[in-house]
C-alpha cells in the first residue's frame, strides 16, 4: 500500500502558547524563555504518551493543528453562540505560525526524527468552550509490499 499512514493524535489541553522569541543578555548570551521550554516540555509529553514508546517517524510527514480558543468571560451570550458556530474567529495572539513551531519543535526526536520531515501543514484556530490544540501527525508510505 502507497500513502498515508494513519494519524498519530494527541491533545494538549489548555490554552494555546505561541513559541517565544528567544532573549539575548548583555553580554552576549541566548537563551529560550522559561514559559516557551515549559509550553514545549508539556508538548513533548502529550506527544510521548500518543507515542505508547513506538520510534519517531522516518518519512514525510504532513501536520494539521486544531487550536480550540477559549470564549472570554465577558462575552455576551449571543456573540458566544456566532463563536461557537464559526461566524466569529479568534484574530488574537498567539499567532497560528508560532503555535506551529512550538508543536513542532516539540515533536523532534518524539514523533519524528526531525522536523525536516513536515511537508505539509495546516493550521486552525476556532472558538471552543474548552480551550485546547489538537495535533493529528501522518507519514507518507511508499511501502508497495
Known sequence: ???????????????????????????????????????????????????????????????????????????SKKKEQQMLNGFIFPTKKPDCDNILKSVLDACNGIVYVDDVQVIKVEVHKAYSSQPMTEV???????DLS
Open 1 to 75: 500500500m502507497s500513502g498515508w499512514q494513519l494519524p498519530i493524535s494527541f491533545t494538549i489541553p489548555g490554552e494555546a502558547q505561541g513559541k517565544g522569541r528567544a532573549r539575548s543578555t548583555a553580554n552576549g548570551r541566548h537563551y529560550t524563555p522559561a514559559k516557551t521550554r515549559n509550553n514545549e516540555a508539556f508538548i513533548k509529553l502529550c506527544a510521548m504518551q500518543a507515542m505508547h514508546d513506538d520510534p519517531p517517524l522516518t518519512g514525510a510527514c504532513r501536520v494539521k493543528i486544531l487550536v480550540m480558543v477559549g470564549i472570554p468571560k465577558s462575552t
Open 136 to 142: 493529528y501527525i501522518q507519514e507518507w508510505s511508499d
